[in-house]
């Protein structure tokens, strides 16, 4: 086990990545940002903030994206995790998607599945803490907190204050 | 819940929660115009009736339609199938063509764990009511339905005080609530003549009472259960009459409640019988409520039975 | 034919040799060695069992169970004699189908059957069958019931009751009234409540009962209580016998072990008429029939073909086989609970039953002399009940899986042997097992 990132790293990269969406958008007015659950959601309301001392308030909401899995069939089946679209919605908007880890890409693809049953942003982006690499779809993040490159057998544990008491990012070795 | 929904003694309080917390779910999701969610793509979901119910069949038909399963209406009505023998035949057929879950109705008490307990398919099974039984569905429906009108309830429901009136004997849903309502916490009192009250009701951790008015003063759910007029015939009440005045929900019954009560009915109502218009019309009464929280809690359920990996049943012959 | 059976236990603990001859115990003693041998190894000999309550199915459902297959059955339960309930098709309501049942019998040669007559024609509840042709055709019918039906009509009971005293006859009431028992599956308490399956009152077999007893009383006649299942019908039948009135009653195996929960599952192999009751019942029954309220075990072997009970539980029939485990519950519920020795269960299941019906040859103590109708049972035995080894031709037995003590090894009818190391050895019957 190896701590790849630490308390402080982690909020460097993403105060990196509230610059980064700030610029890339030309301020903030029509961002909307859509945590994907667990951890991503605490992720979006980190960049939220930081997001509010650089530029302003932006909306902040949440997207499951468990009904969209093409997984379902390879596990017990999952509760569902809450979705709440700020009010402002998403018609029209630059949604960034926020999540913890972007590996084969599968949760990206369900959660653009997700996204397109609520309504149609101008565009969508992705932020992620995150990037281990192995893709297996077409995917790629427009925001990247640390590029990690592991082994296909390792883990990548994100833990994050909120649920887990302390923030880190660690490698664990495969079994 | 293991593999199938049989009766409400197959959940946990916890459990029947999840569901009532996924149905909340979807509901947002389902808010504003509905496209289909992909998560039961591939699955086949068999409704199969032996009693009419369009209403329970068109809202178990919605649910997996909207999940994307693919729906086979099996109608059998109980005329056209004298002996149970049927049953499995039909259970058979199901199972040759690869059903994943069966809802069935059925007017034999049982029917519903016989078919998952037989041997004759390995799908799950959906009890949509089984004679005078239960019919787990419409409890998770309405205590949804509560919660949302109780929002502080959460996932306790002590301290609600929930009367069920009417046909308590034959009622598969009176069954269901009561073990649902009371596995939450709530306290429940049953309203009815001697006659429709079970011997067993001892054993059912509830009050009863045979006075409708004394009964129902502090009540935050005031639940009507539909009465058969063929229950006149069989004397379990000299008239329809003598019934309506003893525990019938008439308008000055209805304004005695407490102003944030609210009144329930499965459906179909005989109005003028246990309810008059005006009650089933009147702010208080959260029938339509229950027919559209009906949906999304099918969709909760056949999600929690078929949106996880495949049961591996072994099917004897 | 002259058989010697070495090494038999008897009730009270003696080794013996048994010898018969011409279908009677010739002698008891030891150093026996005439005709063939059969060594018994110590275990017990006691008579022949004699059932008063048997549904043979024939003629008319012979896909179920027939005359030879059930008393197949019959011998490999240790019973000599058996009683078979009228409601065939056509019923047993005249001398022919009786005397056809008889016949049957006797040409199967595995137990004496004795038909039981129908008491209203067709079983119908309003006309009184020709008891009098029954009783004195060649099957000489003293057992009459509408058992499957109550004869709930109260004045046709009288009159059915009065008119065997003729002959000496008996009538053998299934106790339930028809308007308290529509539609009813299962016992009434707890557990039809929470099946939602529609109860069946105790109160609806001890009106009956109550009834009877005082019938009985008023016109001085025999009546016999089929399979009691309730507390407060054992109470009934205790004071009725205090007030000397001339009532016997009986008990099946199966009522003696089971209770209601077991429908829990909706498992019509439950399904039974009268039903499984509650646990406070089967204690009643225990008592009652180690005290000898109840006066005999009835097995109420009820065969049923498969698709009759593998469907939901209301469409399935009510009924059990019970032949070949009737003693080995028995064992279970009376023997090994210490509620009865060996000798009451010999008079509960052979004696008795045959001094009610008149069976003379049965029911004899095993002694010089007495009618070798015999059965010798292995008291220190478990076996485990497998629905696939009956010899009846239903497999409907609630028993299936379960470990029960004490199993019938050789059975002896009228001098001949019919069953050998647990298997029917006459030639060309039997050998469905």
């Given at each position: 086990m190896a701590t790849v990132l630490d308390a402080g790293e982690i909020g460097r990269a993403l105060k990196r990545i509230a610059h980064e969406i700030n610029e890339h958008n030309h301020g903030i007015e029509n961002v909307v940002l859509l945590g994907i659950p667990t951890r991503g959601a605490f992720l979006g309301n980190r960049i939220a903030t930081f997001l509010g001392e650089i530029a302003g308030s932006v909306p902040v909401g949440t997207l499951d994206i468990t009904l969209h899995r093409?997984?379902?069939?390879?596990?017990?089946p999952r509760p569902l995790l809450p979705t709440n679209i700020p009010t402002?919605?998403?018609?029209?908007k630059d949604v960034v998607l926020v999540d913890d880890v972007l590996f084969s890409g599968r949760t990206i693809r369900a959660a653009l599945d997700a996204l397109g049953e609520i309504g149609r942003p101008r565009s969508v982006q992705l932020a992620v803490l995150v990037d281990r690499g192995h893709r297996e779809l077409p995917i790629r993040a427009d925001y990247v907190g640390k590029n990690i490159p592991t082994s296909a057998s390792e883990s990548v544990r994100v833990h994050l204050?909120?649920?887990?008491g302390e923030d880190s990012v660690e490698i664990l070795a495969g079994a | 819940m293991d593999k199938h929904l049989l009766s409400i003694n197959d959940l946990s309080a916890d459990e029947a929660i999840q569901i009532l917390n996924t149905a909340s779910e979807l509901s947002k999701i389902s808010d504003g115009p509905m496209k289909k969610l992909p998560?039961?793509?591939g699955r086949t979901v068999v409704?199969?009736?032996?009693?009419?119910s369009t209403r329970t069949r068109i809202s178990f038909e919605s649910a997996a339609k909207r999940l994307s399963a693919d729906v086979i209406n099996f109608s059998a009505k109980d005329s056209s199938v004298s002996k149970g023998e049927s049953l499995k035949d039909t259970a058979q057929t199901l199972q040759a063509m690869g059903a994943d879950a069966v809802v069935i109705r059925h007017g034999a008490s049982g029917a519903a764990q016989r078919l998952a307990d037989s041997?004759?398919?390995s799908a799950s099974v959906i009890n949509a009511g089984d004679g005078t039984h239960e019919h787990p569905t419409q409890a998770l429906l309405d205590a949804y339905t509560i919660r949302s009108k109780?929002?502080?309830?959460?996932s306790d429901f002590s301290g609600l005080k929930v009367a069920i009136v009417g046909d308590i004997l034959h009622s598969r849903v009176a069954r269901s609530n009561v073990l649902l309502l009371t596995k939450l916490g709530a306290k429940v009192t049953l309203i009815a003549p001697?006659?429709?009250?079970?011997?067993?009701?001892?054993?059912?951790?509830v009050d009863v009472s045979y006075d409708f008015d004394s009964a129902v003063k502090d009540v935050d759910v005031l639940m009507m259960l539909r009465v058969q007029s063929e229950r006149m015939a069989d004397s379990f009440f000299p008239s329809e009459r003598e019934y309506s005045r003893g525990y019938g929900l008439d308008i000055a019954r209805l304004n005695s409640l407490k102003e944030s009560a609210i009144v329930m009915h499965p459906g179909p109502m005989n109005r003028g019988l246990e309810i008059s218009a005006e009650s089933a019309d009147?702010?208080?009464?959260?029938v339509l409520a229950q027919v559209s929280n009906g949906v999304l809690i099918r969709m909760a359920v056949l999600y929690q039975l078929l949106g996880g990996a495949a049961f591996t049943g072994e099917v004897s012959a | 034919m002259e058989f010697t059976i070495k090494n038999a236990r008897m009730l009270d603990g003696a080794i013996v040799d048994v010898e018969i001859a011409n279908g009677l115990i010739k002698n008891i003693g030891s150093g026996l060695n005439n005709g063939e041998i059969l060594d018994a190894e110590k275990n017990l000999l006691i008579p022949g069992l004699v059932d008063l309550h048997t549904h043979l199915r024939e003629p008319g459902r012979e896909d179920s169970e027939t005359v030879a297959t059930g008393s197949a059955a019959a011998a490999k339960g240790g019973f000599t004699a058996i009683s078979a309930m009228a409601n065939t098709f056509p019923v047993a309501d005249t001398a022919g189908v009786v005397e056809q049942v008889y016949r049957l019998g006797k040409e199967a040669g595995l137990c004496d059957v004795f038909p039981i007559g129908a008491v209203t024609q067709g079983l119908n509840g309003n006309k009184l069958a020709e008891l009098g042709a029954m009783a004195n055709?060649?099957?000489?019918?003293r057992i009459f019931s509408d058992d499957g039906k109550c004869v709930s009509d109260p004045l046709l009971m009288r009159r059915a009751l009065e008119y065997v005293k003729t002959f000496n006859g008996i009538i053998a009431q299934h106790a339930q009234e028809p308007a308290l028992t529509v539609g009813s599956q299962m016992n009434e308490g707890i557990v039809s409540s929470k099946l939602g399956l529609a109860g069946w009152p105790a109160v609806a077999e001890e009106a009956i009962i109550a009834r009877d007893i005082l019938l009985a009383e008023h016109v001085g006649s025999r009546l016999h209580i089929c399979h009691l299942t309730t507390a407060g019908g054992v109470d009934l039948v205790r004071f009725a016998k205090a007030r000397g009135i001339q009532v016997t009653a009986e008990v099946t195996p199966h009522h003696l072990l089971l209770t209601d929960d077991l429908v829990s599952n909706y498992?019509?192999?439950?399904?039974v008429n009268p039903p499984l009751r509650t646990q406070s019942d089967v204690i009643a029954l225990r008592k009652g029939l180690a005290d000898g309220t109840i006066d005999i075990v009835g097995t109420d072997h009820a065969p049923h073909p498969t698709e009759d009970k593998d469907c939901e539980w209301q469409s399935a029939a009510f009924g059990m086989v019970g032949l070949e485990t009737a003693l080995s519950v028995v064992v279970k519920s009376m023997i090994d609970t210490k509620l009865m020795d060996w000798q009451t269960l010999v008079n509960r299941m052979s004696i008795a039953p045959a001094k009610i019906a008149g069976?003379?040859?049965?029911?004899?103590?095993?002694?010089?002399?007495?009618?070798?109708n015999l059965t010798i049972v292995d008291t220190s035995a478990n076996w485990i009940v497998d629905?696939?080894?009956?010899?009846?031709?239903?497999?409907?037995?609630?028993?299936?899986g379960m470990t029960l003590p004490a199993q019938v090894l050789h059975t002896f009818l009228n001098g001949e042997l019919v069953l050998r190391d647990s298997k029917i050895i006459k030639s060309g019957i039997g050998g469905s097992n």
């Amino acid at each position: 086990m190896a701590t790849v990132l630490d308390a402080g790293e982690i909020g460097r990269a993403l105060k990196r990545i509230a610059h980064e969406i700030n610029e890339h958008n030309h301020g903030i007015e029509n961002v909307v940002l859509l945590g994907i659950p667990t951890r991503g959601a605490f992720l979006g309301n980190r960049i939220a903030t930081f997001l509010g001392e650089i530029a302003g308030s932006v909306p902040v909401g949440t997207l499951d994206i468990t009904l969209h899995r093409d997984d379902l069939r390879l596990r017990p089946p999952r509760p569902l995790l809450p979705t709440n679209i700020p009010t402002s919605g998403i018609e029209g908007k630059d949604v960034v998607l926020v999540d913890d880890v972007l590996f084969s890409g599968r949760t990206i693809r369900a959660a653009l599945d997700a996204l397109g049953e609520i309504g149609r942003p101008r565009s969508v982006q992705l932020a992620v803490l995150v990037d281990r690499g192995h893709r297996e779809l077409p995917i790629r993040a427009d925001y990247v907190g640390k590029n990690i490159p592991t082994s296909a057998s390792e883990s990548v544990r994100v833990h994050l204050s909120e649920i887990d008491g302390e923030d880190s990012v660690e490698i664990l070795a495969g079994a | 819940m293991d593999k199938h929904l049989l009766s409400i003694n197959d959940l946990s309080a916890d459990e029947a929660i999840q569901i009532l917390n996924t149905a909340s779910e979807l509901s947002k999701i389902s808010d504003g115009p509905m496209k289909k969610l992909p998560t039961l793509r591939g699955r086949t979901v068999v409704n199969l009736f032996f009693e009419d119910s369009t209403r329970t069949r068109i809202s178990f038909e919605s649910a997996a339609k909207r999940l994307s399963a693919d729906v086979i209406n099996f109608s059998a009505k109980d005329s056209s199938v004298s002996k149970g023998e049927s049953l499995k035949d039909t259970a058979q057929t199901l199972q040759a063509m690869g059903a994943d879950a069966v809802v069935i109705r059925h007017g034999a008490s049982g029917a519903a764990q016989r078919l998952a307990d037989s041997g004759w398919i390995s799908a799950s099974v959906i009890n949509a009511g089984d004679g005078t039984h239960e019919h787990p569905t419409q409890a998770l429906l309405d205590a949804y339905t509560i919660r949302s009108k109780f929002p502080d309830l959460k996932s306790d429901f002590s301290g609600l005080k929930v009367a069920i009136v009417g046909d308590i004997l034959h009622s598969r849903v009176a069954r269901s609530n009561v073990l649902l309502l009371t596995k939450l916490g709530a306290k429940v009192t049953l309203i009815a003549p001697p006659t429709l009250i079970p011997v067993g009701v001892v054993d059912w951790n509830v009050d009863v009472s045979y006075d409708f008015d004394s009964a129902v003063k502090d009540v935050d759910v005031l639940m009507m259960l539909r009465v058969q007029s063929e229950r006149m015939a069989d004397s379990f009440f000299p008239s329809e009459r003598e019934y309506s005045r003893g525990y019938g929900l008439d308008i000055a019954r209805l304004n005695s409640l407490k102003e944030s009560a609210i009144v329930m009915h499965p459906g179909p109502m005989n109005r003028g019988l246990e309810i008059s218009a005006e009650s089933a019309d009147s702010h208080k009464s959260v029938v339509l409520a229950q027919v559209s929280n009906g949906v999304l809690i099918r969709m909760a359920v056949l999600y929690q039975l078929l949106g996880g990996a495949a049961f591996t049943g072994e099917v004897s012959a | 034919m002259e058989f010697t059976i070495k090494n038999a236990r008897m009730l009270d603990g003696a080794i013996v040799d048994v010898e018969i001859a011409n279908g009677l115990i010739k002698n008891i003693g030891s150093g026996l060695n005439n005709g063939e041998i059969l060594d018994a190894e110590k275990n017990l000999l006691i008579p022949g069992l004699v059932d008063l309550h048997t549904h043979l199915r024939e003629p008319g459902r012979e896909d179920s169970e027939t005359v030879a297959t059930g008393s197949a059955a019959a011998a490999k339960g240790g019973f000599t004699a058996i009683s078979a309930m009228a409601n065939t098709f056509p019923v047993a309501d005249t001398a022919g189908v009786v005397e056809q049942v008889y016949r049957l019998g006797k040409e199967a040669g595995l137990c004496d059957v004795f038909p039981i007559g129908a008491v209203t024609q067709g079983l119908n509840g309003n006309k009184l069958a020709e008891l009098g042709a029954m009783a004195n055709s060649k099957a000489q019918v003293r057992i009459f019931s509408d058992d499957g039906k109550c004869v709930s009509d109260p004045l046709l009971m009288r009159r059915a009751l009065e008119y065997v005293k003729t002959f000496n006859g008996i009538i053998a009431q299934h106790a339930q009234e028809p308007a308290l028992t529509v539609g009813s599956q299962m016992n009434e308490g707890i557990v039809s409540s929470k099946l939602g399956l529609a109860g069946w009152p105790a109160v609806a077999e001890e009106a009956i009962i109550a009834r009877d007893i005082l019938l009985a009383e008023h016109v001085g006649s025999r009546l016999h209580i089929c399979h009691l299942t309730t507390a407060g019908g054992v109470d009934l039948v205790r004071f009725a016998k205090a007030r000397g009135i001339q009532v016997t009653a009986e008990v099946t195996p199966h009522h003696l072990l089971l209770t209601d929960d077991l429908v829990s599952n909706y498992d019509p192999v439950f399904k039974v008429n009268p039903p499984l009751r509650t646990q406070s019942d089967v204690i009643a029954l225990r008592k009652g029939l180690a005290d000898g309220t109840i006066d005999i075990v009835g097995t109420d072997h009820a065969p049923h073909p498969t698709e009759d009970k593998d469907c939901e539980w209301q469409s399935a029939a009510f009924g059990m086989v019970g032949l070949e485990t009737a003693l080995s519950v028995v064992v279970k519920s009376m023997i090994d609970t210490k509620l009865m020795d060996w000798q009451t269960l010999v008079n509960r299941m052979s004696i008795a039953p045959a001094k009610i019906a008149g069976y003379s040859k049965h029911g004899q103590d095993v002694a010089k002399g007495s009618s070798a109708n015999l059965t010798i049972v292995d008291t220190s035995a478990n076996w485990i009940v497998d629905r696939n080894t009956l010899a009846s031709k239903s497999k409907n037995t609630p028993f299936q899986g379960m470990t029960l003590p004490a199993q019938v090894l050789h059975t002896f009818l009228n001098g001949e042997l019919v069953l050998r190391d647990s298997k029917i050895i006459k030639s060309g019957i039997g050998g469905s097992n």
